[in-house]
Nanobody
């Protein structure tokens, strides 16, 4: 099992920066990739950024150039830094852990774990 808790959201003004945190606990060594998603009212949840276990980074076109995903050395805390925030960035931000499965699993400790886990979300509101 993996437990994810987001923090760092709040009310900010256009042009401000935020660093969102995702604290992971449990079998964190079974996380294949950590994603940040966001969902605004009335819209579908969308992938914002991803960091894989081998350090590969991916960003949605909507945030390229003003977002950075990272993790600490222990792999237990993940971050999403957003700068030059715009009202369009207003959303509930969620972290999501995609777990190893099948032949990619690093060991038996990752067997019989749910394929993914979600945090509860942290709200980011950007005013003009």
């Amino acid at each position: 099992q993996v437990h994810l808790v987001e923090s760092g959201g709040g009310l900010v003004q256009s042009g401000d920066s935020l660093r969102l945190s995702c604290a992971a606990s449990g079998t964190t060594n079974c996380i294949s990739a950590l994603d940040w998603y966001r969902q605004a009212p009335g819209k579908r949840r969308e992938l914002v950024a991803r960091i894989t276990s081998n350090g590969e980074l991916h960003y949605a076109d909507s945030v390229k150039g003003h977002a950075t995903i990272s993790r600490d050395s222990a792999g237990t805390t993940f971050y999403l830094e957003i700068h030059s925030l715009k009202p369009e960035d207003t959303a509930n931000y969620y972290c999501h852990a995609a777990m190893y499965w099948g032949p990619t699993t690093p060991g038996p400790w990752c067997i019989n774990i749910a394929p993914d886990f979600w945090g509860q979300g942290t709200q980011v509101t950007v005013s003009s």
